[in-house]
């Protein structure tokens, strides 16, 4: 079964730009999530989708950051515009979404803001 | 909100020995999961054992095995027969059962590093 799949793996961009990530999840998994990593922490969340509905986007900072899962599954995170402390790793992960349901984590992509 | 907290930022063990891993959280609910997620410099999140809240158990998994004290909000990883490939960061995580309206996202620490001496 393939996992989930990220892109691209690293980014170095200027502040005050925009990126964009992209991930795509396990086929038929229905819960997919943003996950934020900032060097020497540990994971915190940014959003939950089930299917291409938002469940919790409660640590999302909406002034600069959107995400998107139009058809229920690949999903794409943007920042718009980007600061030095968004420097981090950004991680995807899905489930079934049934209770007790295995989490799949993607590679994660690196962001660097300069 | 739920809270993990990893009070050892780093441990070192010698190879073939036994190291145990500190969690404690916070919760107001009875019915959860907590994980315990290995992660090595390739960034890959893996799972390496998890334990329902309901269950009086420990769970087991090879050599790692957990003390879940659920009255103590204890949740600690013991890595027996410490090998190479164990060394990596250490996350304990923390997962509503019944969440309102769906969501269940993780509750991460903030990690342990482990090191293992040759």
């Known amino acids: 079964e393939a996992g989930v799949a990220q892109s691209p793996r690293y980014k170095i961009i200027e502040k005050r730009q925009s990126v964009a990530f992209w991930c795509n999840p396990i086929?038929?998994?229905?819960?997919l999530y943003w996950y934020q990593q900032i060097l020497g922490q540990g994971p915190k969340l940014l959003i939950q989708?089930?299917?291409?509905?938002?469940?919790?986007d409660s640590q999302l900072p909406k002034d600069r950051f959107s995400a998107e899962r139009l058809k229920g599954v690949d999903s794409t995170l943007k920042i718009q515009p980007a600061k030095l402390e968004d420097s981090a790793v950004y991680l995807c992960?899905?489930?079934?979404?049934?209770?007790?349901?295995?989490?799949?984590f993607g590679p994660g992509t690196r962001l660097t803001v300069l | 909100a739920q809270t993990v907290t990893q009070s050892q930022p780093e441990m070192s063990v010698q190879e073939a020995e036994t190291v145990t891993l500190s969690c404690t959280y916070d919760?107001?609910?009875?019915?959860?999961?907590l994980f315990w997620y290995k992660q090595p410099p390739s960034r890959q999140m893996i799972l390496v054992i998890r334990?329902?809240?309901?269950?009086?158990q420990n769970a087991t998994e090879n050599r790692f095995s957990v003390n879940f004290q659920k009255a103590a909000k204890s949740f600690s990883l013991k890595i027996s027969d410490s090998q190479l490939g164990d060394a990596a960061m250490y996350f304990c995580?923390?997962?509503?059962?019944?969440?309102?309206?769906?969501?269940?996202?993780?509750?991460f620490g903030k990690g342990t590093h482990l090191i293992i001496q040759p």
């Open positions: 995580a923390y997962r509503s059962l019944f969440a309102g309206g769906g969501a269940d996202g993780l509750t």
């Open positions: 989708f089930q299917n291409n509905g938002v469940v919790d």
């Open positions: 334990q329902e809240a309901y269950k009086q």
């Open positions: 919760t107001s609910e009875s019915d959860y999961y």
């Open positions: 992960a899905s489930t079934l979404g049934l209770a007790g349901g295995l989490w799949f």
């Open positions: 086929s038929g998994h229905a819960t």
